[in-house]
């Protein structure tokens, strides 16, 4: 038998919060979503941004856990010419979806939309990096 860590909403909402610090030191007005090792959605925060964000940032944080990596690392490879990647199931090729690691083990995942995609990672980072 495994244990398995299971992210909590407090946890979840820390990570929100220190996503939200970043993006408001930066006055960058974006939704943070956080999903569970399940891929659900925990939490969700939008604040003065286009309601398609919402989605994006949802679909960064599931593909950011179902391939457990962040998808900096497809937005490259498509950039670099690897378009195959853009059929993988799923797919939102762009910055902005960290997963949440605690110990060895991803519990969920953060995804943030509204800036520029690599300011949008950069929000994720901070997010991630409070768990």
């Not at 604040?47 to 940032?57: I, N, P, R, W």
């Not at 490259?76 to 690691?101: C, H, K, W």
């Not at 083990?105 to 939309?113: H, K, Q």
């Amino acid at each position: 038998m495994y244990e398995k860590k299971i992210l909590g909403l407090d946890d979840a909402k820390r990570v929100a919060a220190a996503a939200e610090a970043e993006a408001r030191r930066n006055n960058w007005n974006v939704v943070i979503a956080i999903v569970d090792d399940g891929g659900h959605l925990m939490y969700l925060q939008r604040e003065k941004v286009q309601l398609g964000s919402v989605e994006v940032a949802i679909t960064k944080a599931k593909v950011a856990l179902m391939f457990r990596r962040p998808t900096r690392i497809w937005e490259e490879m498509v950039a670099a010419g690897r378009y195959g990647y853009l059929a993988m199931p799923g797919m939102l090729p762009l910055e902005g979806g960290v997963p949440l690691v605690f110990g060895d083990e991803i519990v969920g995942a953060i995804g943030v939309s509204g800036v520029k995609s690599s300011e949008d990672g950069q929000i994720a980072a901070a997010g991630a990096a409070a768990l």
